[in-house]
């Protein structure tokens, strides 16, 4: 499932991602219905494709590679992401390898974060 709708920057150690929440996702339906709220693990999983976007975009054979999530620590949730929110999702590079890209990100709503988290990114060969 594609969570972020678009890529608004991209730069050598950095990308920003877009992701127009609305009352429409499947999500809602079971997260809660009286009190819709995006469940934490799709805005690290949002924030997971945008990393990738950045990984992908370093290397010179991308569409023969995947990007698969390898850990995500000190992930933290401030506010809950609700329908009509715009969710802005930066990921900055902070080391990285051959194989493998540590990322660190935030994921806001209305310039307050609302999450937070390290992940580490590892590229993989398409079978």
């Known amino acids: 499932m594609l969570l ?3 890529i ?3 730069e050598p150690e950095r990308v920003v991602g877009i ?3 609305t009352v429409n996702e499947p999500f809602f339906d079971g997260h809660f219905p009286e009190y819709p709220v995006m469940p934490g693990v799709l805005v690290v999983e949002a924030m997971a494709q945008v990393a990738g976007v950045l990984v992908l975009s370093q290397i ?3 569409h023969n590679k995947l990007v698969l999530l390898a850990s995500v620590e000190q992930a933290k949730f401030r506010k809950p992401v609700r329908p009509g929110d715009q969710l802005r999702i930066e990921m900055k590079l902070a080391k990285r390898k051959a194989t493998v890209a540590k ?3 935030t994921a806001c709503v209305n310039g ?3 999450a937070e988290a ?10």
């Open 103 to 105: 990322m660190f990100g």
């Open 19 to 21: 992701k127009n929440v």
């Open 60 to 62: 010179p054979d991308r």
């Open 118 to 127: 390290e992940m580490l990114c590892k590229l993989a060969d398409r079978e």
């Open 112 to 114: 307050a974060v609302v």
């Open 4 to 6: 972020v709708d678009r």
């Open 8 to 10: 608004e920057e991209l």
